[in-house]
């Protein structure tokens, strides 16, 4: 079946460090591709999303590129700041319903 | 204007107690869901509604029950809570079911704690 593997957390960083937080998915088929954001105490937010090979999803300064031949989609921002601290989880979707990654919680030191 | 909005937020009621979530969602969404998150984080599908209809009823014990009136709700009722019924329950809508490719819209979650 589907899966998608992350890696765990937490990660810890200074404030405009470079982030990477890597993912790789198991799927049957063309799966649709997504990282989620979850802030304290809040519900899960779509950050960004890819539907095809070699697609680069792109928001608020994070990127991650669907790679088929490694079945990878790794998060990646240039600078991190304070207020992105947060868990994020990675996502497919094979159709009719999506399976999550077991999230990594990112701490940004000011 | 809340996107999808589930009352309440937080619940806490003893073992054995009978109490229902409910979730509305005003996007026009086909689509719908009931996600269960552990206190490790962890997400797992429970029930998905397709303009009313379950297309998603995973391994979840018969104690819990959705029902979806119309297309923009969908509420979880559960029976004889035990203590390992406590997590965060999420809501989601999303447009299609079938490609998945919009990815979901989250209500903010409902913290279940059964003592």
């Known amino acids: 079946g589907n899966s998608v593997t992350q890696m765990e957390g937490p990660v810890t960083l200074s404030e405009e460090a470079f982030l990477t937080i890597n993912c790789t998915y198991t799927?049957?088929?063309?799966?649709?591709l997504f990282w989620y954001v979850q802030y304290p105490g809040e519900g899960l937010q779509l950050l960004l999303k890819?539907?095809?090979?070699?697609d680069k999803g792109s928001n608020k300064g994070f990127e991650a590129t669907y790679r088929k031949e490694t079945t990878s989609f790794h998060l990646e921002k240039g600078s991190v700041q304070v207020s992105d601290s947060a868990v994020y989880f990675c996502?497919?979707?094979?159709?009719?319903?999506?399976?999550f990654g077991a999230g990594t919680r990112l701490f940004v030191k000011a | 204007d809340t996107a999808v909005s589930q009352t309440p937020k937080y619940l806490v009621t003893q073992m054995g107690n009978d109490k229902s979530i409910k979730c509305e969602q005003n996007?026009?969404?086909?689509?719908m869901y009931w996600y269960k998150q552990d206190s490790k984080k962890f997400l797992k599908i429970m029930f998905s509604?397709?303009?009313?209809?379950?297309?998603i009823n995973e391994t979840v014990p018969n104690r819990f029950s959705p029902k979806s009136p119309d297309k923009a709700h969908l509420n979880l009722h559960i029976n004889s809570l035990e203590l390992g019924d406590s997590a965060v329950y999420f809501c989601?809508?999303?447009?299609?079911?079938?490609?998945?490719?919009?990815?979901?819209?989250f209500g903010s979650g409902t913290r279940l704690t059964v003592v």
């Open positions: 996502a497919l979707n094979g159709g009719f319903k999506t399976i």
């Open positions: 996007l026009g969404h086909d689509t």
């Open positions: 509604y397709n303009n009313k209809e379950l297309i």
């Open positions: 989601a809508s999303s447009q299609r079911s079938d490609t998945g490719e919009n990815g979901y819209t």
């Open positions: 799927a049957t088929g063309y799966p649709s």
């Open positions: 890819a539907t095809k090979a070699d």
